[in-house]
Structure formats: C-alpha cells, structure tokens
C-alpha cells in the first residue's frame, strides 16, 4: 500500500538574533491511508515544528524550508500559500494543543465552522449552518442546536477540544494531524478525546499524525511510531517494535523514565542525564551522545537512519544489534541504564 | 447589563460632584482671582469691591456659594462675572462648531490611523512599514498650535488655498463650511493618526502570532480574509476602547488649542478666552460640561467593550 | 509537641471563595466551593500525595495549609501550633519551617533577581545569615540541587525549566524547613527531566527528613514518590490510602475511573485492559451536587447517592472512601471505630 503522505529530508531552520536554529535537521517519514502515525519526544525536538510544517504554518520571512512533503503525488513544499490553502482543510486538517486559544474568542463556535465551509465549498448559509450543527453532534457535544451559537469560552476544555476536532472535520480530510491534542486536558477527559479520535480513524479511515511527548498516548492509539530528538529522528517503527524491541538509546530512556502503573514501584527512577543540545550548534556526531552512556568512538561520527536488521524499523544508533539488546535492559527493565 | 449601566450611571454622578467641587475650590484659592476686584475696575476702592461683592453674594460662605452655582448651571441662569452674558447659553451657542471639529476629525483620524496601522503591519520591516513609522513619529511630535500656525501661516495666508480660520455654519453654507474646517480637522487628526497607526500596528503584530490565527490559516482561508476577520478584528478593541476616551477628551475640551488658533467659536475657544479673565462661571461651567462628556465616553466604551468582547459580557454564566 | 503526634493535622478545612454582584453594594451571590471540609494528617518524614484534576481544590488546599491563602473555616495544626487565625507575625516564625515550591518554573522565579538573591533572600529576611556566610550556603545549596556554585550570579531566563525547578527547590530549602508543599512540581517538565527532578526530591527527603504534601495530577508519578494518597474531586477527599493500595484496589468509583484513564505505556497492556470512559465534564465548584457530588459521572449511581452525602468509612487499616457503593471491599472489611 503505497503512502499517501511522503517527507523525504525536511529542514526547517528560523534566522534568529542569536544566529540560525535549526528546528528541523533533515526528517523523513511516511504516512499510509488510515494509519496513526505517533511523533513521540521532548519539548524543542521539532515535533511541532514538522506538523505545522507539512501545511507550510511556519513560512515566515526568517524560515528556512527545504526538502519534500509530498502528497498524494503533489509538492506541498512547492505550492505557493493560495494554493496550499485548498489543501489546507480540505485535504489535510489540523487541530492544536490549546482549544482555549486555538479559538478565536470574538466569534461564535459556529460562525468559525461555516467560516471554513465558505472558504471551500459554495453552499447556501443555511446548509452550512445545518452542517456545523451535524459536526457537532458526531463529536458527542450534547444540544448542538443551540451550543452551535455559544462562544468558546463557554465551553469546558474537552468540548472545545472536540469542537476544533469536529471543525478539522467539515471537508471530510483525508489526513488529521493533531498537535499535542490532549496535553492541556485533564486524564479523564484525555481519554475521552483519544477514543474519539481513534472511532474517527475506525469510521472514516481517517489517517493521524499525532504529535505527543506521552508514550501512554501513543500505546493506546499509534499504528506506527517516529521517535525525534534535537531535531532528528531517531527511531521509526510500528507500535510493538518501538515498545518491545527499541533500538535507540533515548528510546529505551523515555521508556526507562516513565512511572509505570501495572509495575511496581523502582527504588530510583531512572533518568535521562543533562539536556537537549542547542539547536543553534548541535553536537557535530551523534545528537544524543553527550548524554549517552553507552556512547562510544564511532559515535563522533553521525548516524544515518537506516533500518540495521533488514525489514522497516530504523534507527539512528551505531550500536550493534546484539549490545543494544542487553544494555536496554536493566532489572527486567527497559531503561537507559548508567554507565558500564 | 442593567445592573453595570445602573451602576456607572452612578458612579458617574458621583465623580461629576467630585470634580465640580474641586474646580470650585481651586478658583477660590488662586491668586488674583477675585472678580469683585477686577469687575469693579482698575480704580476701584475698597468700598465698592465691597458693594460688587455683596452684589454677587461673594461674601456668602462657600459652600453655599457653591451650592448657588450648581443651581445655576442645571437651570441654565449662570452669568458670567466678566461679561455678563449667560454662560450655559453661550456654550449651547459654541457647541456645533466644535462637534464639527470634533466629529470630523474623528472621522478622520480613525479611516487614516487604520489605513496606516494596517498596512505598517502586513509590511512590517518593509519600506513602507518604514515610511509609515517616520510619518507616525513626526506626526505625534509636532505641537497642535504649531502645526496650525503653520498650515495656517503657508496654506491660507502664502498660498491662499484655504481660508484663514473662522466657523462657517453647516446649516448656512455646506460647502464653505466644509472648506473652512478642512485644516482644522487636518491639524487636531494629526496627532491621533499618528498615534493610533502605531498601536495598530502593534496589536496586529501581536495578534498574528496568536494560537486562533495559526487556527484560521490551517482551515484554509485566505490570507487576506485571515488578516481582516481574524487579525484585524480582534487588534481594533483596544483601538475602540482608546477612541471612546479620546473623543471625549477632544470634546470636553481638547480642541482648545485648534479652536484657538483657528478661531472657531466653539466650546473651547469660549473656554480659552474664561481661563485669560480667570471668569469662574464659565470655567466652572465648561469645565463640567467637558467631565460629562468624558465621563459619558468612558461609560459607552465601557458598554462597547462589553459588546465587542463577549468574553467580559457582563452577567454572563461560567463554561458549562 | 509530643513524639507521636503527627507534624500536620488539618481538621475540617474550608475554602470558598465569595462571587460578589451588586449595584452600590456588592452582595455575595455565589461561592466557589474550592476546598469543601477536609482533613488529613502528615507524619514527619512522610510523603502525602495529594491528585486529581483541575478544579478539584488541590492546590487551593496546599496554599490554605501554609495560610497563603486565608481558610473560611476549619483547623491546621503544624508541629502542635494551630495555625488558622493567626496574624502575619505570630506565623512569621513558624514559615520557616514549611515551605512551597511551586508549578511552573518560569513565572515562580522573579525574573528580575539573581539566582543568589533568589535562594539567599529567605535567610536574609529571617536573620540567618548574611554577608560572605549567606553567599556560602547560598552556593551550598545550589550545588545540593544539582547547580553549580557559580550559577549564584545568573538570571532565571538563563536557565532551562528543569534548572529552574531545582533553583525552586533550592530556595525552599533554604530554611531548613519541616514540610514542604511540592504543588505540581514536575508537570510543566519534560519526561525525562520530571525523573531527574523526582530523584532529587527523593534524595532530598532522605537526606533531611523533609516531609512533602505533594499535589499532582498525574497517578504515576504521585504513586511514586508517595507513601499515602489522598484523591480529591470537587474539594472533598474521596478517597485516602497507603500508596500501594489506591492503585491495587480502588474502592471509591472516582479513584478507578482516574485509574482507568490513565494509558499503561504497554501497547499489549493498555489494550488487554478493561476500561471506563467516564461521560461528561467534571460539574462546577460553584454548585456541586447534591448529596455524592460524584454521582452524576458515576455509573453505579442510586437514589442514595443523590441525597444523601456518604461519610468517609474506613476499609481496610489506612484505607479510607467516601461511596455508598464502595469497589473492591465486602461488608466486614469495614473498621469499626
């Protein structure tokens, strides 16, 4: 099945004062019909900055954008900002992390579904407004009749959450990319939101690119996996792979540093030493060798990403097969373990 | 909503009695003001300013003086120490031509400071960004009466292209008087232009980096409707909030110095010439006159804010 | 005060907060219920977790224990001393010895004042130290929290949320105080950097036989820094419990729905899992409830719970809910007291 979104060596750097960021240093990844694609890391590892990217959210005169996004046989990359827009919504929707303010507050929530309904199809007021009533209600909002006139202050945080997700909707996409969709909610309400969206994918064959620094997230709703750090990617797999078999020594301390529910309690959490490097001048070798301990010669030099055991899992690790499985487990538990 | 209009209904009662009482006790604590003295004359004896005084109940106490005052002024009776003439009418008879003034210039500085504020933004860093900003600043640097003076000095008197000053009324003339406020309306919208495009600008800059804009673009609409539904919209609240105030300030009083120079009787040249004759009636009355209109505009911009920005509707009930 | 006795006792704590509406004269319309009568007790040393989500009064409860916040009614005993109804100084002295620390590290670090100043201004401001001694413990203690000794001299802005956190940390330990109230310590930090910051609070408990109320609302990591857990919904306690045994054995139907929601990061787990989605939005302090105010999420609500408000029953030892349809319990393991 061949995908229907292809990013082959984005770049996406922002001439700043204090001199040039890279915020995205040269990612690919794929995207099938109906799949979930989970982009998994840490705050400033570009996470963001691709999704907003793939509908060119962040040309600005002081970006840098270089490499593909392909879809569907066309260059996004290439299309001017008018034509983007009949991508845009129509074909690939997006909603983001804040619902409060994602949401122009002046106007009503209604008002701001027809608003995109008009940009794109030429329908009478009335069948727009009958339409946003029906997007509100396949989102679970209860009297959408008369919330349909409400503004969105007066919606909880989960409603307005699913009114920007019923909005993304309303052309029918075929992609949704969800920035960090349920980051500001709370967990009951997080996990109304994600079985929301994962019916919307059962129904529709609707197609995610879901944005998250929470791997329960991404355990609960992901088909396949992409692992980024300082602006690379450091792992691509599917779900089960990224889970029980990852093979990138971040992975195994994102995993390593979780509190685990069904587990019992470790005596010391195990964590990741230091930070993320600075994207003005990254690390010259391997991203995440400052803070590796398993760090060795080689990794001076940088990795590619390339699957190192045949099949289609990658990974952006020198180490050997073989080490990689003993050193990620450390008491019965995948973690980034201390140094030998 | 009634309860907040009922409420600042009062509130503004209660700082037109504040502001009516400390002029009254200003004028009585300067200086030189005596009227009774000045109205007696320059070769006046201690007997006659005593007979003037007692005349205009200058001996009374204060308070009560005050309290006659008051009355005065509500049943339209205040007569001017200096001349004699009754105040309130007087400024009934100013008002047109500075609500001409006022309003027109109003008209104009709101279409130009948009113009120019909205454009600065979606070119900022651009030459025309540039362009707009040097004429900005130089417009909220130049001094009202110098800037009459000498539009006033080069365009009507060298040049003869517009009439040196004076009022001409709009039911007398439309056309003339038109011709004749043009530079006037010019000069008191300069300051204003300049200033407003400048928060425009800032507030739209601001707005375009906001969440709901991003929002607005990934649906797909067009730049241009992004920037005008989305951008603009939400950058002209303050602006209206800051127009309501201003234009009350214009009216209650700031057109002075334009009216001055232009010599157009309205309301402020009328207090301009009390203020020379340090006359306690009209101050007093103009003085009132300018709270009230100031006091009415922040009350309306209040209300306006309310409707603007439904999320301070007042009354309104929490997230649901 | 006598060994034994707990360092705090809150006894029946209430906060609410008046909404107020009026022409001349404002008139309380409404109050937000923000802390509805609760009660709990800390030993020294221990580590109270305090969850649940946004709006259930957690945090209000944290800054009306210090009396950051001026309770409506109720009880705080710290260390023997009651501590409601007193004045700024009678509490003065007793400040020294609970402390803050507090969510989000870039607006809780006055942007304007050196690192050195940050921590150093607590002894100063109590007489503690000054001069050259107070820059030595100052460094002392940035280097305790992971900093360098030399960071004394920078500004907040120079330093990553994680940084911050820790300069937070450091400034609450600077008076060597008894109790400190962690409120959501770790939730605006990455992942990898909550670890780093749980470790040291760990470290830091051990080393100074610190004890935390810690107020979070995220499960996992309240699990596992705590020794007991209070859960809170709508500012009452609904359940409380030693820490192993909340998440073993729910017994009141709020704690299993928290529970449920939370994804296990175990694909094969998480899907194997039995789970409750529970309807709705969660109702407003303003006007809670009658009788259980869970009742209208709950789905094992009956006309009981409608009216009737249940008492907190305790189970099993140190197992304590607040359900007229408890979960995971039989009749007799209820304590006779």
Not at chain 2, 294 to 310: C, H, M, W
Request: negative net charge; glycine residues 8%.
């Amino acid at each position: 099945m061949s995908p229907i979104l292809t990013v082959k060596d984005l770049v996406v750097s922002f001439a700043t004062e204090d001199g040039v960021v890279q915020a995205v240093g040269g990612i690919s990844f794929e995207l099938a019909a109906g799949e979930i694609l989970a982009i998994v890391g840490e705050s400033g590892c570009g996470k963001s900055v691709t999704a907003q990217t793939l509908i060119g959210l962040t040309r600005a005169p002081n970006a840098i954008i270089a490499g593909s996004v392909d879809y569907r046989g066309r260059e996004l990359n290439g299309l001017d900002d008018d034509q983007l827009r009949h991508v845009r919504g129509e074909e690939i929707a997006m909603v983001f992390q804040d619902p409060m303010t994602s949401l122009n507050p002046v106007y009503r929530i209604g008002d701001q579904i027809t608003e995109m309904i008009h940009a794109h199809r030429d329908v009478s007021d009335a069948e727009a407004r009958n339409r946003a009533v029906e997007l509100l209600r396949s989102v679970g909002i209860p009297n959408p009749e008369r919330r349909v006139r409400d503004y969105p202050h007066e919606f909880s945080g989960g409603m307005r959450q699913r009114v920007m997700i019923a909005m993304a909707l309303s052309l029918e996409p075929e992609v949704l990319i969800a920035d960090e969709p349920t980051t500001a909610l709370d967990v009951t309400i997080q996990a109304q939101i994600l079985q929301l969206i994962e019916g919307l994918n059962h129904d529709r064959d609707l197609a995610v690119v879901l944005i998250t620094h929470d791997l329960g997230v991404v355990a609960e709703v992901a088909d396949r996996v992409v692992v980024m750090y300082a602006g690379q990617i450091v792992e691509d797999g599917t779900l089960d792979e990224i889970f029980y078999d990852p093979r990138h020594p971040y992975t195994w301390g994102l995993l390593g540093s979780l509190t685990r529910l069904d587990q019992p309690r470790p005596v010391r959490l195990p964590q990741i030493g230091g930070q993320p490097p600075s994207l003005l001048a990254p690390p010259p070798g391997c991203r995440f060798a400052p803070r590796c301990p398993h760090a060795f010669e080689k990794c001076a030099e940088p990795p590619p990403l390339e699957a190192r055991t045949g099949g289609t899992h990658l990974d952006r690790c020198w180490l050997g097969p073989a080490e990689k499985t003993t050193l990620r487990e450390v008491e019965g538990r995948i973690c980034l373990g201390e140094p030998a | 909503m009634v309860r907040f209009i009922a409420r600042r209904l009062i509130g503004m009662i209660s700082v037109l009695f504040a502001i009516s009482v400390i002029v009254f006790l200003i004028f009585n604590v300067i200086p030189n003001s005596d009227p009774a003295a000045r109205i007696a004359g320059k070769n006046a004896n201690a007997e006659l300013i005593a007979r003037v005084t007692a005349d205009l109940g200058l001996d009374k106490p204060l308070p009560q003086q005050y309290l006659t005052m008051m009355k005065q002024i509500f049943t339209g009776q205040l007569t001017s120490y200096a001349s004699d003439r009754n105040v309130v009418e007087q400024i009934w008879a100013g008002l047109p031509a500075t609500l001409s003034l006022c309003i027109g210039a109003a008209i104009l500085w709101m279409s130009l400071a948009i113009w120019f504020g909205y454009l600065s933004a979606v070119r900022a860093g651009m030459f025309t960004d540039r362009a707009l900003t040097i004429l900005a600043l130089v417009g909220i640097s130049m001094p009202v009466f110098w800037l009459a003076a000498i539009l006033l000095y080069f365009l009507s008197f060298k040049a003869q292209l517009f009439p040196t000053g004076s009022y001409v009324p709009l039911t007398e003339d439309p056309v003339q008087w038109a011709y004749h406020l043009i530079l006037p309306w010019f000069t008191l919208a300069v300051l204003f232009v300049g200033f407003y495009s400048r928060v425009l600008r800032s507030n739209m800059l601001d707005s375009m980096n906001e969440d709901y804009v991003r929002t607005a673009r990934a649906k797909g609409i067009s730049e241009r409707q992004v920037r005008i539904r989305h951008v603009l919209r939400n950058s002209m609240i303050p602006i209206i909030t800051l127009f309501g105030l201003d234009f009350g300030a214009v009216v209650g009083g700031g057109a002075i110095l334009t009216e001055t120079v232009y010599n157009i009787n309205g309301v402020g040249l009328y207090a301009g010439e009390a203020i020379g004759a340090l006359d306690l009636p009209p101050l007093m009355a103009v003085t009132m006159f300018g709270a009230f209109f100031i006091v009415l505009f922040n009350t309306i911009v209040d209300i306006a804010y309310a409707y603007l920005d439904p999320r301070i509707r007042l009354g309104e009930s929490a997230p649901t | 005060m006598s060994k034994g006795d707990p360092l705090l006792q809150v006894t029946d704590l209430v906060k609410h907060f008046p909404i107020k509406s009026g022409i001349l004269i404002d008139r309380e319309v409404a109050r937000v219920r923000a802390v509805d009568g609760v009660s709990l007790t800390l030993n020294e040393g221990e580590t109270l977790g305090l969850v649940g989500e946004s709006g259930c009064g957690k945090s209000t409860l944290g800054r009306a224990i210090l009396q950051l916040t001026e309770p409506t009614s109720g009880s705080v005993r710290f260390a023997g001393e009651e501590l409601v109804g007193r004045s700024r100084r009678e509490l003065r002295p007793l400040r020294r010895q609970m402390q803050m620390i507090f969510q989000d590290p870039f607006a809780s670090l006055n942007p304007r004042k050196r690192v050195g100043q940050i921590v150093g201004d607590p002894l100063e401001l109590h007489k503690l130290a000054k001069g050259a001694e107070l820059k030595r413990r100052v460094q002392e203690l940035l280097e305790r929290v992971g900093l360098q000794a030399e960071h004394y001299n920078r500004y907040p802005h120079e330093f990553s949320g994680g940084q911050r956190q820790r300069i937070g940390i450091a400034r609450a330990l600077a008076l060597q105080p008894k109790l400190i109230v962690a409120d959501e310590p770790v939730s605006a930090l990455d992942v990898s950097v909550q670890a780093q910051i749980i470790n040291l609070l760990e470290e830091l408990q051990d080393e100074f036989g610190l004890a935390y109320l810690f107020v979070a609302h995220d499960l996992g990591v309240v699990r596992h820094v705590s020794d007991r857990v209070a859960v809170m919904y709508l500012g009452k306690i609904v359940e409380s419990s030693g820490a192993d045994a909340l998440y073993e054995k729910p017994i009141h139907p709020y704690s299993n729905a928290l529970l449920s929601a939370v994804p296990i990061p175990d694909p094969k787990r998480n899907a194997a899992r039995e789970r409750l989605v529970l309807e709705g939005d969660v109702p407003s302090p303003i006007d809670p409830p009658p009788g259980c105010s869970f009742h209208t999420r709950c789905p094992w609500a009956t006309d009981v719970c409608k009216t009737d408000e249940p008492a907190l029953v305790e189970y099993d030892s140190g197992h304590a809910a607040a359900c007229h349809h408890p979960l995971n319990v039989d009749e007799a393991a209820k304590v006779r007291r």
